[in-house]
């Protein structure tokens, strides 16, 4: 089983910061077959990057995926009110598809 | 616009089972790949099984290998986990969530449902 660890554990932050989440794998992630989720207390995970760099349909621009192999960092250029949540990363190369303990951002 | 609908979540006891179910809408249920995601009380997300849009190709953490059972019926846009051998770890909302279409299936989610709630009681 592929297990992934995400770092920092909670990252606090003013809105219009940058943040940087990092994701790490314990062996290579096929083809960089890589996602992130965003997730608000009460509401279900939103989908935000697939495929380690690709936004998924409506999510804004100041979202951004990279990484491959083993490493992955989700960036969030400048923060937006809404933008606080806890993120998840999970691979989906190698069954079983796992997920990170995830990162969560909250406000400084 | 896709929706997903879980229900048949309840109290459960130690070795008890239960079928939960996840009704979809506004797509062609067969073509896509379909996960279940658990997520405990406070804790994070569990990926917890999936299923390619045949049926044909199953897949399962190991922490519920052999205990639970992913099927769908495409005919009725639904897709089931059959849960056995319950245990009180197993409390959690239980999520359907939709993958990627035929024929490359992979398991992201691209689209959730609301859950549905999944109680030991000793």
């Known amino acids: 089983e592929i297990v992934l660890t995400q770092s920092p554990g909670t990252l606090s932050l003013s809105p219009g910061e940058r943040a940087t989440l990092s994701c790490r794998a314990s062996q290579s992630v096929s083809s960089t077959y890589l996602a992130w989720y965003q997730q608000k207390p009460g509401q279900a995970p939103r989908l935000l990057i697939y495929g380690a760099s690709s936004r998924a349909t409506g999510i804004p621009d100041r979202f951004s995926g990279s990484g491959s192999g083993t490493d992955f960092t989700l960036t969030i250029s400048r923060l937006e009110p809404e933008d606080f949540a806890v993120y998840y990363c999970q691979q989906y190369g190698t069954s079983p598809f796992t997920f990170g303990p995830g990162t969560k951002v909250d406000i400084k | 616009e896709v929706q997903l609908l879980e229900s048949g979540g309840g109290l459960v006891q130690r070795g008890g089972s239960l079928r939960l179910s996840c009704a979809a809408s506004g797509l062609t249920f067969s073509s896509y790949a379909m996960s279940w995601v658990r997520q405990a009380p406070g804790k994070g997300l569990e990926w917890v099984s999936g299923i390619s849009g045949s049926g044909g190709s199953t897949y399962y953490a190991d922490s519920v290998k052999g205990r639970f059972t992913i099927s769908r019926d495409n005919s009725k846009n639904t897709l089931f986990l059959q849960m056995d051998s319950l245990r009180a770890e197993d409390t959690a909302v239980y999520h359907c969530?939709?993958?990627?279409?035929?024929?490359?299936?992979?398991?992201?989610?691209?689209?959730w449902g609301k859950g549905t709630t999944v109680t030991f009681s000793s």
């Open positions: 969530a939709k993958g990627s279409a035929y024929p490359y299936y992979y398991y992201y989610m691209d689209v």
